[in-house]
């Protein structure tokens, strides 16, 4: 469980033995939405510093997870997501307004402006909505999979989280619980390095995260996160397992996280500019379109034109979300339980009668 | 009407509920093939299977967790905690999760579970086998909170908590499990959320009291009126969304109110009931609101009859709120 799967080997073909030999028309859609990804990150950092939003979490260097994860999807499955995982939402069809929405906290934003930027979710596609406290979506996933497996429905959930995310006692509740009523879950850790500035080796004194599984009963995988393909195989298989009734898997995915831990965070502190410059030369992106231009799908032009047409998406989403108005001051009370109460509506008055 | 005890009508809600909407699942430790620790859940195993009656793990967050992961995904899991003390390793998913699904998705997902839990003191359980933590929960946006202390209110509340689509703590008071005894309609018997139960009606003085105290209040109010003293009695059995309305039609006309529960004191559910009645009938009030309730103390074991309210301290502050 230590050894690591990979798919693109250094000189950017494809292991044959592992390739899930894709079409190309999935391949091309994988590179788009990674560049996609990319840009919505640069540009939300961007507005950030320009004041514009108050906060963001970045993904910027485990874009292999997240879309790779979500192309392995199917409509029907649950995902519950962590706050650096929009690769999914964004590889599932989740369009970027409702993301950009949710970062601006206005009209535009699906959740009415109710959290912090990077707590999306999307019912459509059953991402489930995010929420702060670490690893506390995990044993939900598992109750979202069991209740599909007593109605004998073909689905699975995916729960995605950090490696500090397996410290946690949820960690262990949910392992134990779909080890126990083999639910349909994949637990998919990405192994970025780093809680904050706390590194791996501060989590666990196990030999690596994937080896934890055995402890539960089920299988634990390792992969190489910063490879697209490789990601989108395993979680691939992984999920087809578990839709068979062959039950919950352990992956962790080995990638790094270039950039903040949020824009909050100055990860100079932490960690040396060598350490960064050699996982940069990983980049996930750059590595997905070397194995592309191998194949004949890209060349440097239509690398350069997808970056463009990404950049472009993102600006044109956020011009649209920045002209919608503020969300109405009386939703602050609405959604709290299904019908508003007397004490809520009794606030709301006051307030309402307090802008008179 | 048939006569039941509080525990056969709480086991009769759960045996109806899932007989009428497959979506019910009961999950917690020792609830299936044991029939639970205080046997509520007794035969349901047998009945409609291990696939809707469900052992888990013993991991209160796990439970918790899990429930609402069926909840999103269409069940209605009604989840059992052994003893109401156990149920801080779950904080986080009530108050976190459970709690706030709805609000934070803007109504996208929302997490229809009940947790039942037996709570309060009065079986010699000592410190981890008597809280009452209702505060907690009420303290909690997004939370409804219910504590039945009548057979008939506690099927037809847990029925309305079941077929209801907010998060219900339900809590149960376990000394009156056996002790109790009253009449409750048969067949399927809803009591709406959010409705208080005047026990006794009275011109006085206005107790307002729930789960365990109840009764003791009752009690309190029949040695009031040896003593010439007409107490009405109010049972909010849904504490939160308060059915303050009752309450306040109440302490206006009696112009005095005493609160009595069996958590502790300081920052007790009672500590609201009386903010929210000084707000509202001030100028009726003769006397100031005063509560009886359990010492700012660990529940203890040897000294349980000095710490819960007992008849006689309710009485004498219905007698310090006559004589102010
Ligand atoms: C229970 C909990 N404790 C602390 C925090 C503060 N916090 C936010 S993210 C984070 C680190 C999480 O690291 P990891 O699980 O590895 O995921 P990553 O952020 O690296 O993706 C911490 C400590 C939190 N959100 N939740």
Same mark, same amino acid.
């Given at each position: ?49 320009? @004041? ?6 970045? $993904?910027? *260097?485990?874009?292999?997870? =997240?879309? +790779?994860?979500? #192309? %392995? ?78 109605? @004998? ?6 729960? $995605?989280? *950090?490696?500090?995310?397996? =410290?946690? +006692?949820?960690? #262990? %509740? ?183 | ?324």
């Amino acid at each position: 469980m230590d050894s690591m799967i990979s798919v693109i080997r250094p000189d950017g073909t494809a292991d044959p033995e592992q390739d899930p030999g894709l079409p190309e028309e999935d391949l091309l859609l994988l590179y788009r939405k990674m560049a996609l990804l990319r840009a919505f990150d640069e540009k939300a950092i961007a507005l950030q510093r320009a @004041g514009r939003i108050g906060f963001f979490v970045p $993904s910027a *260097g485990q874009e292999a997870c =997240s879309v +790779g994860a979500g #192309h %392995a999807l199917r409509d029907g499955d649950w995902i519950f997501p962590s706050y650096r995982d929009h690769g999914m939402a964004l590889m599932r069809g989740c369009p970027l307004e409702t993301l950009l929405g949710q970062i601006y906290g206005n009209a535009a934003d699906p959740t009415r402006g109710r959290q912090m930027p990077s707590h999306w979710c999307d019912r459509s596609i059953r991402l489930v909505s995010v929420s702060s406290p670490v690893a506390t979506q995990l044993p939900q996933a598992v109750g979202a999979a069991y209740a599909a497996k007593l109605r @004998g429905e073909k689905v699975a959930s995916i729960a $995605s989280f *950090g490696d500090g995310g397996t =410290s946690t +006692g949820e960690f #262990h %509740a949910a392992m134990n619980f779909a080890g126990v009523f083999e639910t349909p879950t994949v637990f998919f850790c990405e192994n970025n390095q780093y809680a904050i500035s706390v590194p791996v080796s501060r989590q666990t004194a196990a030999s690596s995260l994937a080896v934890k599984a055995q402890a539960y009963g089920f299988r634990g995988i390792r992969v190489d996160g910063n490879d697209v393909l490789a990601v989108r195989k395993v979680v691939g298989d992984a999920l087809a397992r578990a839709r068979d009734g062959k039950g919950p898997t352990l992956i962790e995915a080995l990638t790094y996280r270039i950039g903040p831990h949020s824009t909050s965070d100055d990860p100079t502190i932490y960690r040396s500019a060598e350490e960064v410059a050699a996982w940069r030369e990983k980049d996930p992106i750059r590595r997905f379109a070397a194995f592309l231009s191998g194949r004949g799908l890209m060349d440097d032009a239509s690398i350069d034109a997808a970056a463009a047409e990404a950049k472009e998406a993102v600006r044109k989403a956020v011009e649209v979300v920045e002209a919608a108005p503020p969300v109405p001051f009386e939703s602050l009370f609405e959604d709290v339980y299904a019908e508003l109460p007397w004490h809520l509506a009794e606030a709301r008055d006051a307030l309402l009668a307090g802008k008179e | 009407m048939p006569q039941a005890t509080l525990l056969q009508a709480i086991h009769d809600a759960l045996l109806e509920g899932m007989a009428r909407d497959p979506r019910v699942i009961l999950l917690g430790e020792d609830v299936g093939r044991e029939g639970g620790v205080f046997r509520m859940t007794q035969g349901l195993m047998r009945r409609f299977g291990q696939e809707r009656v469900i052992d888990t793990p013993l991991n209160e967050g796990g439970i918790i967790g899990m429930a609402i992961g069926m909840a999103l995904n269409g069940m209605r899991p009604v989840v059992e905690i052994e003893f109401a003390d156990f149920i801080y390793p779950a904080f986080d998913q009530i108050v976190s999760e459970l709690a706030k699904m709805r609000y934070r998705s803007a109504g996208q997902f929302t997490a229809p579970v009940v947790v039942r839990t037996p709570s309060g003191g009065g079986i010699k359980g000592g410190h981890y086998h008597s809280q009452s933590p209702e505060a907690y929960f009420v303290h909690t946006s997004g939370l409804t909170v219910v504590m039945p202390s009548t057979p008939a209110d506690a099927k037809g509340l847990l029925a309305s908590a079941m077929g209801g689509e907010d998060p219900v703590i339900f809590l149960e008071p376990k000394a009156l499990y056996r002790t109790v005894r009253g009449e409750v309609p048969e067949g399927e018997h809803r009591v709406p959320i959010g409705e208080a139960r005047i026990a006794r009606s009275g011109d006085d003085l206005t107790l307002v009291a729930w789960g365990a105290m109840a009764p003791v209040a009752e009690k309190a109010a029949g040695l009031a009126a040896a003593e010439g003293v007409s107490v009405e009695v109010i049972d909010p059995r849904t504490l939160w969304p308060l059915d303050i309305g009752t309450i306040v039609g109440s302490v206006n006309r009696t112009g005095r109110a005493v609160i009595l529960h069996e958590a502790p004191r300081s920052c007790g559910f009672g500590a609201e009931v009386a903010a929210l009645i000084q707000e509202r009938c001030f100028l009726h009030l003769k006397a100031p609101v005063y509560r009886v309730a359990g010492f700012d103390t660990p529940f203890p074991y040897a000294l349980e009859k000095s710490y819960l309210p007992d008849p006689r301290r309710v009485l004498a502050a219905v007698r310090a709120a006559m004589a102010f």
